[in-house]
């Protein structure tokens, strides 16, 4: 393993996130690519496919292979990753078999969920694969001392799913996961705005207004401004909207985050719990940065809450360093061929 660099994997709903195990980040891109159906060619992946989102002819399509955290069409993830692997092979001058890789998986990920990611990495001609769970790279990449038998209550909102673990002495206690998230709330905005004004706006759209949203709108509001197409004449149009009145749908969104939060309060061991007064709860994903969620989630359970210095990327900080550490790690494992 000495002299082998290895790479830390975080593929989620939506983004994939690479780091090398010198922490530094070489991929960071939406989990998405633009399909030519006539040619059966990919033709952008990341951020140029997602800017061609309802932007382009029949034939190209914009597509999501994972929902939820789940790999939903196995044939274009395998795609997507092969287009990353040569990005990243470009900056660091390796392909993927030539690396240790650690990827990170949600808590209680199924067999098929798990064969699904390493079929596709073996078939690139990996040779040394480990997986993580995801919770516990997270706990790493936000720089808890995940190695002391000591509370360490992570909560990991992403677009497709929200996680809460309880990390101590290397290992997970106990964990909750729902599988929606941010890219649900995306999709309720977008509902409403048509449903309400017959405005017809995308999903991009709908995800810059969600930024806009405060967790506690109920009193006060701000005008939002949002563009689309209307329903009725089939023109662009902009309209401005009451930002309480997505109220509704965030207030489904933090109740997804508490629920989950909650389970794992409840199922913790008592001996914790005092621990867990004290340290209270680390949240990270890009849900942790919604405005107002700490001061919400801090009213509901009394604890304090913390938000891990790049939310966004702590799951795959927390992967790439796992090798440094893989003796004091419980769930971490070495993964190989079918």
């Known amino acids: 393993m000495m002299g082998k660099p290895t790479i830390g994997i975080d593929i989620g709903t939506a983004n994939i996130s690479i780091y090398s195990d010198t922490e530094q980040m070489i991929f960071h891109e939406p989990t998405v690519l633009a399909y030519d159906t006539k040619k059966n060619k990919v033709l952008e992946i990341g951020h140029e496919a997602k800017d061609l989102a309802e932007k382009t002819p029949g034939s190209i399509a914009v597509i999501s292979p994972l929902q939820g955290g789940i790999i939903v069409d196995f044939d274009m993830t395998l795609r997507l990753i092969k287009k990353v692997e040569s990005r990243v092979s470009a900056t660091t001058g390796k392909r993927f078999k030539q690396m240790n890789l650690v990827v990170s998986l949600l808590p209680g990920a199924t067999n098929i969920e798990r064969q699904a990611i390493g079929d596709i990495l073996f078939s690139l001609g990996v040779r040394s694969l480990y997986f993580i769970e995801g919770s516990l790279a997270a706990t790493i990449g936000a720089g808890l001392p995940f190695e002391k038998p000591m509370a360490n209550v992570v909560v990991d909102i992403g677009a497709g799913k929200i996680t809460t673990s309880l990390v101590s002495y290397g290992g997970i206690v106990t964990s909750a996961t729902v599988r929606k998230a941010g890219n649900e709330l995306d999709r309720e905005i977008a509902q409403l705005v048509r449903n309400k004004y017959n405005v017809l706006i995308g999903l991009e759209s709908a995800e810059k207004v969600k930024w806009q949203l405060r967790c506690d709108m109920h009193n006060d509001s701000e005008m939002i401004e949002i563009e689309g197409r209307d329903l009725v004449t089939g023109f662009p149009i902009t309209i401005e909207v009451a930002s309480s009145e997505f109220q509704a749908g965030v207030d489904e969104f933090l109740n997804r985050v508490l629920s989950v939060v909650q389970t794992?309060?409840?199922?913790?061991?008592?001996?914790?719990?005092?621990?867990?007064?004290?340290?209270?709860?680390?949240?990270?994903?890009?849900?942790?940065?919604?405005?107002?969620?700490?001061?919400?989630?801090?009213?509901?359970?009394?604890?304090?809450?913390?938000?891990?210095?790049?939310?966004?990327?702590?799951?795959?900080?927390?992967?790439?360093?796992?090798?440094q550490h893989i003796d004091r790690l419980i769930n971490i494992e070495k993964v190989t061929p079918r």
Do not use: Q
């Open 264 to 323: 794992t309060l409840e199922n913790s061991p008592p001996e914790l719990s005092g621990n867990i007064r004290a340290s209270g709860l680390t949240l990270t994903g890009g849900g942790a940065l919604l405005t107002g969620l700490s001061e919400w989630l801090n009213s509901k359970v009394s604890v304090p809450i913390h938000v891990s210095k790049a939310p966004f990327e702590a799951v795959a900080l927390g992967t790439s360093m796992a090798m």
